[in-house]
Each structure stands twice: as C-alpha cells, then as structure tokens.
C-alpha cells in the first residue's frame, strides 16, 4: 500500500494528499502516517511546500470527518453493529473499536473529538458517534480542524526533517499507536474496577 500512495502524490501533488486523507478518514486501513510524512519529504525534492500539504491534507481529513459525522447522522449503535460485522474485517474495524469510540465520546464529551484527532484509527472513528449524538456540527468542525491540523503540522514537518528516511517515522508511529492502545486499554480496565467497587460499596450500605 506504501507504494500505491507514494506513486499517487507524486503524480497528483496537493490533489493526492487531499484525496488520500479523505479516503485515509473513511477507510482506516490507508494510514495518514505515511501520506503525510512521505508529503513532508516530497517538500524536500520537489515545488509542494510543507504549508501546501498541510493545507491539502487538513481539508481533505475535515471532508472525510464530515463524511463520517453524516453517516452517523443516519446510524444507530445496532445498524453499526451489523455494518461491522459484514464489513469489519476490510475496515479493520470490531464491536470493540465501536465501542471504544462511543465510550470516548459519551465519557469525555466533545473534548473527545479534538483528542482523538490525534489517536490514528480512532481519529477516524470519533467522527460517527459524533454524528449520532447530534453535536453541534460548528464545534465538531471546529474541534476537528483544530486536532487535525495540530495532528498534520507534526507528521508533515517530521517527514520534511528527515528526508529520505521518512519511512522510521511510520515506524515511531506504530510504537506510537500501540502506546495509545495500551494506555487506553489500562484506563478501561480502570473506569471497570472503580465501577464494581462501586456498587459493591452501594450494596453493602
């Protein structure tokens, strides 16, 4: 796939990289670490600019969000539930990364749409629960530009740093995903434990 992209921005420049991210938003398996890094080292050997891609990029992920937030206009958790189970597996998406995004979001608010911004797969993701609880489409654009262009800025100006070795950002990027993941996974099983201490304190009254 790493080729497939490459090959796309250097034919179609700014055009690529806004089509990339907003296919990158509505299908989590095309990564946004390598289009943007790799965007960032295009500035190096050719006439984009690092404020061009991060442009570029920003609009296309905010037009891919806002695909998403209309789906989840139009969803509920069980119609999800079943496109999932149909689909999950070209998506690489589960339940589980369904529920992820929804506990995120009923839990943390609209906050949640500016930080996941910055979390790769759930970045994506964030958008649908979003649509489905009705938030105020203006702050979601807002918070979603915001998270997105903080989330580009990094990348592109990482892969511009670093030239031709590009490629160990995508790497520091995976150590980067699997570090969220964890940390994710231990505040779950956090926010369960308080909650069974809980109720065996409610019941023991």
């Avoid at 990482?158 to 070795?165: N, P």
């Amino acid at each position: 796939m790493e080729n497939w992209i490459t090959n796309i921005i250097e034919q179609f420049g700014y055009m690529g990289i806004l089509l990339l991210i907003a296919l990158e938003n509505i299908f989590p398996p095309i990564p946004s670490e390598v289009i943007l890094t790799f965007g960032g080292f295009m500035t190096t050997t050719t006439n984009l600019s690092v404020m061009g891609v991060v442009l570029f990029a920003t609009v296309g992920s905010v037009g891919g969000a806002v695909m998403l937030y209309g789906i989840g206009l139009l969803m509920d958790v069980n119609r999800l539930e079943k496109i999932v189970d149909k689909w999950g597996f070209i998506l690489r998406l589960t339940r589980k990364d369904i529920y992820k995004a929804n506990a995120w979001f009923a839990k943390y608010g609209v906050w949640t749409v500016f930080f996941c911004r910055l979390i790769p797969l759930v970045r994506s993701l964030i958008s649908i629960p979003a649509g489905m609880s009705r938030m105020n489409f203006v702050v979601f654009l807002l918070l979603t530009t915001l998270g997105t262009l903080i989330w580009n800025v990094i990348l592109v100006n990482l892969g511009a740093a670093v030239g031709g070795s590009w490629e160990s950002i995508v790497g520091y990027m995976d150590i980067y995903s699997n570090i969220i993941y964890v940390g994710l996974g231990i505040l779950f099983l956090l926010f369960v434990v308080m909650a069974i201490r809980k109720r065996k304190a409610v019941e023991m009254k």
